[in-house]
């Protein structure tokens, strides 16, 4: 059974940085693609990041290009979220996600998440 357990976030201040855990256990194959996720009060599930477990091949959200990068610790099954550069509008719950078969940005490709952390951002 596949777990994953996000950490970080939090309060922080527009321009500033922050970094998202997320803990992964149960993966029986190294051929998952992890993702971050964020959904914001009354706005839909929006993609962040993926990484492929193998390989490390990576992915961001235009919108976060240039400032968030998805990484993974291999020897940790640990998959993080490096923030910078943070906006009132990156306000929202941060999501982890998980498949075996799936690899892109759609949510709904995903069977495997965490239970969220909060970021909110003040300007």
């Known amino acids: 059974q596949v777990q994953l357990v996000e950490s970080g976030g939090g309060l922080v201040q527009a321009g500033g940085s922050t970094r998202l855990s997320c803990a992964a256990s149960g993966f029986t194959s190294s051929y998952y693609t992890v993702a971050w996720f964020r959904q914001a009060p009354g706005k839909e599930r929006e993609f962040v990041a993926f990484?492929?477990?193998?390989?490390?091949?990576?992915e961001h959200a235009d919108s976060v290009k240039g400032r968030f990068t998805i990484s993974r610790d291999i020897t940790k099954n640990m998959i993080y979220l490096q923030m910078n550069t943070l906006k009132p509008e990156d306000t929202a719950e941060y999501y982890c996600?998980?498949?075996?078969?799936?690899?892109?940005?759609?949510?709904?490709?995903?069977?495997?998440w965490g239970q969220g952390t909060q970021v909110t951002v003040s300007s």
């Open positions: 990484i492929r477990w193998e390989g490390g091949y990576t």
């Open positions: 996600a998980a498949d075996l078969y799936y690899s892109g940005t759609g949510h709904l490709g995903y069977l495997y």
